[in-house]
């Protein structure tokens, strides 16, 4: 489901399974890293990806996974792997957000360095349907931009944002018009492609270090606020993990292949 194609210098990684809103099972994130990784042996000076169709990507592909056993715990630690290796990427890499844009959708979002957000985008957290939580390091990306009140409304309800709302919120980088994201990415992609690499780089240098409470001075900082984003990722990996043995975690997963509304707490 993952394509790869070189051009100018840009490497363009796309989620192709647009049938199923580009949702990844185990299978795909492993070709997804695959891309990433021949990208990066090719020495492209910038990276796009997007999703095929009318989302970027709707999450985890869950359609043939059984609560009882579901091994999240392996699938979350692949996801952290390739979160890490999109992180740190050898060039500036841009995303665009179109349609939904959940869970495993977010978390790429997040490991990428500039996102455009279509104005249509929706962003949020749908997962109290599903008895589980919001996953990918999305607590520690809305609790930091957001605030507490904010980010426990939106996993409380279940609310979606636009992408324009995201945008002005301070989640991403800009809001572009759907019928305009593709062009306004590409040419500004190609124009990064064509620009000082290793100035960008040293950039991106800085940038993670100030993000993960790296200070090049020696005196000490902490990221996120809660000292560093990969370990707040893995708190919040541990707790969907811890869920999956909950009989809310089993109803959720049971009505969504059922195509019905769960009934918690029965």
Avoid at 77 to 98: C, E, G, W
Avoid at 132 to 151: K, N
Avoid at 244 to 261: I, L, M, Q, V, W
Wanted: charged share 20%.
């Amino acid at each position: 489901m993952i394509d790869l194609t070189f051009a100018g210098g840009v490497a363009e990684v796309v989620l192709n399974a647009p049938t199923k809103l580009n949702a990844v099972d185990r299978d795909a994130l492993g070709e997804l890293s695959e891309a990433y990784t021949e990208a990066a042996a090719a020495g492209v000076r910038a990276l796009l990806l997007r999703g095929e169709g009318r989302a970027f990507c709707a999450g985890r592909d869950i359609s043939n996974v059984d609560a009882a056993t579901d091994d999240v715990a392996g699938y979350l630690a692949d996801l952290t792997a390739l979160m890490r290796q999109m992180d740190a990427f050898p060039a500036p890499t841009f995303a665009i957000a179109s349609g939904a844009c959940l869970g495993v959708g977010l978390g790429f979002l997040i490991a990428t360095d500039v996102v455009y957000v279509a104005d249509t985008a929706r962003i949020g957290s749908p997962f109290a349907n599903l008895g589980a939580i919001l996953d990918s390091g999305g607590h520690p990306l809305f609790y930091e931009r957001l605030g507490a009140h904010r980010t426990l409304d939106l996993m409380y309800t279940a609310e979606l944002m636009t992408g324009t709302e995201a945008v002005a919120l301070g989640l991403f980088s800009r809001a572009v018009a759907e019928a305009d994201i593709l062009s306004f990415t590409r040419a500004r992609v190609a124009r990064v492609a064509a620009g000082p690499a290793e100035a960008f780089m040293a950039s991106k240098r800085l940038v993670h270090g100030l993000r993960d409470g790296v200070d090049p001075n020696g005196f000490g900082r902490e990221g996120w606020d809660r000292g560093g984003f990969w370990e707040a990722l893995a708190e919040e990996s541990a707790a969907q993990v811890a869920l999956t043995t909950t009989p809310d975690y089993r109803e959720g997963f049971a009505a969504f292949r059922e195509k019905r509304t769960p009934t918690f707490g029965a």
